[in-house]
């Protein structure tokens, strides 16, 4: 669309994108209609009246949906094929018995979210959660009563708060990039933080937002209630969990030591190692592992692990096709030129540098959605301030994470996570607001908090 300028401004832009927010809400709640439905229809009506030309206009459509589904729809279709294996051959509940065990009932929670933490460092958020669904949904049952919230959003929190605000993830390592930011000062304050982050924002508030909303574990994975008379060892499972894990931590490790001149990229068995280490290989690999190792070797025939894993894609259909769909409305928004309109107004304002950071990126991110696009934009617009500025090495690290803290603020419908997160633990839009909207924003403003103190006092 090099050939159209967008003429309107950031309030009729601000405006339309408000409508369209509302008319998702509307039709979704009240109307009832299928999500996906819905959101096609907006984004269609959206991108007419922001003005997207018509020889654009399902180009513009087409793309933002197949580029969400080119990183999301394999890795569902991948990790519910592992997460039913892993139900189906009784190894969540092996494991999930193995936990309770060890940390005991009033524990278990929060020894799943310090897992995930663990798990968030080197595996991206949507990836991680998941390959850790079937364990965290087994511990919730195997505990009993209507407890997703405190099991599910407080694992989903910590990989939510790693992938934020801790490198290699890419919205640090990029932002980093742009402000001059020391990479190894930015890790070492996103690991500070990150812990109080995710206990405030995850752990405490599933546990409030858990008692005010009990909710039953949904059956993405399937639920066999029948004894399994052969089940895998816990060992096992864990062991095929922690495979794709161990895979992609060696592609970022490899990418992190090229970047600093330890290895040479170009060599054919860093190509080959990278590869196998991207999230959608890895997840592959583990699926086939997971096939021989909780399929066949327990005598199961390929007939009936054929009609499993077909019986798995079929469930998450519709889960990949409204978070595909979620994934349009954001790229209609962000194709409108809401983004550049709002940052040319938000530069501006005159505020200090981090506040400038963190409120650019945080109006960003509720408008179009996209924490990429908010944090990315954010930080090529304040670059020249803060490389021309004098900072520290602690406080460009700040400003760096302040930034990524603004650009995850109260995730919406405009977001392609806040729908994969939503169904993926079977909550209606209303509830999804309620409960995972509200953590994306506590999760911001904390994590702000904390990176303008150590700004202040460093």
Not at 276 to 283: D, F, N, R, T
């Amino acid at each position: 669309m090099e050939d159209w300028t967008q003429t309107l401004g950031a309030g009729p832009l601000l405006g339309i994108a408000a409508v369209a927010v509302a008319l998702i809400l509307f039709l979704v709640i009240r109307v009832k209609l299928h999500a996906f439905l819905v959101l096609v229809i907006v984004s269609l009506l959206t991108a007419v009246a922001t003005g997207i030309p018509a020889e654009f206009l399902v180009k513009t459509l087409v793309e933002g949906f197949g580029g969400t589904l080119g990183n999301v729809a394999l890795l569902i279709g991948f990790g519910a094929v592992l997460g039913r294996l892993i139900e189906s051959s009784g190894g969540a509940k092996v494991v999930a018995e193995k936990m309770v065990s060890i940390f005991g009932e009033k524990r278990a929670a929060f020894a799943l979210g310090v897992t995930s933490l663990l798990l968030g460092f080197p595996i991206f958020f949507d990836a991680g959660l998941i390959v850790m669904l079937p364990i965290i949904f087994a511990v919730a049952r195997r505990i009993g009563g209507k407890n997703l919230l405190l099991y599910g959003i407080t694992a989903a929190g910590a990989f939510s708060v790693m992938h934020v605000f801790v490198p290699p993830h890419p919205g640090p390592v990029a932002a980093s990039e742009f402000f001059g930011a020391n990479l190894g000062v930015v890790l070492l304050v996103g690991l500070v933080i990150a812990f109080p982050v995710w206990y405030i924002t995850g752990y405490l508030w599933a546990r409030f937002a858990n008692a005010r909303n009990p909710l039953e574990v949904p059956n993405l994975f399937g639920q066999d209630d029948d004894e399994i008379a052969n089940p895998p060892s816990a060992g096992l499972v864990v062991a095929i969990v922690a495979l794709p894990l161990v895979l992609i931590l060696m592609n970022t490790g490899l990418n992190a030591l090229g970047s600093a001149g330890i290895v040479d990229k170009t060599q054919g068995w860093v190509h080959a190692l990278r590869l196998i280490g991207e999230s959608p290989v890895a997840l592959l690999i583990t699926v086939l592992v997971a096939l021989v190792a909780l399929g066949t070797a327990r005598g199961e025939k390929g007939s009936a692990l054929e009609k499993l894993v077909d019986g798995t894609l079929a469930q998450v259909a519709s889960v990949i096709l409204i978070t595909g769909a979620g994934g349009m409305f954001g790229s209609v928004l962000r194709a409108s030129g809401i983004g550049d309109a709002l940052a040319d107004t938000l530069s501006g304002w005159g505020l200090p540098v981090i506040f400038a950071a963190y409120i650019i990126a945080l109006v960003l991110r509720v408008a179009q959605g996209s924490a990429t696009v908010a944090l990315v934009t954010t930080a090529g617009l304040l670059s020249p301030a803060v490389m021309s500025g004098g900072f520290s090495v602690v406080d460009t690290a700040a400003i760096t994470l302040a930034a990524a803290a603004g650009s995850v603020f109260a995730g919406h419908v405009n977001d392609s996570g806040f729908w994969l997160v939503g169904r993926l633990m079977n909550m209606d839009v209303k509830t999804t607001l309620k409960t995972w909207t509200v953590q994306q924003a506590i999760q911001s403003v904390v994590g702000f908090v904390l990176v303008l103190v150590i700004y202040v006092v460093l």
